[in-house]
């Protein structure tokens, strides 16, 4: 399985911008097909898909973060630029991955998903 520790979040003002990272370790990087994403949550039941990146570097993005985050990786740490923050942005973000999603598309949809990091907490003030 593979090992994911987020960190970097922090209370900012609407409007203002934020870098977290997530440490990741045990993940095949150069033999298999990866995805690594982003979710957020917020006093609520459901995880919402923000962002996901795939061992080529494909993206996608939630509608309301389309524009605002960019999802990155390097060879051990996912990133997620979040700019012009919104006071709904504001949650517990967790990181996640699946080491091999063969043949299907890498979509921060938390079904699809079965290693976690603990979360951070990113705090937007209205």
């Known amino acids: 399985r593979v090992h994911l520790v987020e960190s970097g979040g922090d209370s900012v003002r609407s409007g203002g911008s934020l870098t977290i990272s997530c440490s990741v370790s045990g993940l095949p990087v150069r033999k298999k097909p990866y995805c690594l994403a982003w979710f957020r949550q917020d006093d609520g039941d459901e995880r919402e898909g923000v962002a996901a990146?795939?061992?080529?570097?494909t993206t996608s993005y939630e509608d309301s973060v389309t524009g605002r985050f960019i999802v990155s990786q390097d060879e051990d740490t996912l990133y997620l630029e979040m700019k012009d923050l919104k006071y709904e942005d504001t949650g517990t973000y967790f990181c996640?991955?699946?080491?091999?999603?063969?043949?299907?598309?890498?979509?921060?949809?938390?079904?699809?998903?079965?290693?976690w990091g603990q979360g951070t907490q990113v705090t937007v003030s209205p």
């Open positions: 996640a991955a699946d080491p091999d999603i063969g043949g299907d598309p890498c979509v921060a949809d938390a079904d699809f998903f079965s290693d």
């Open positions: 990146i795939d061992s080529d570097d």
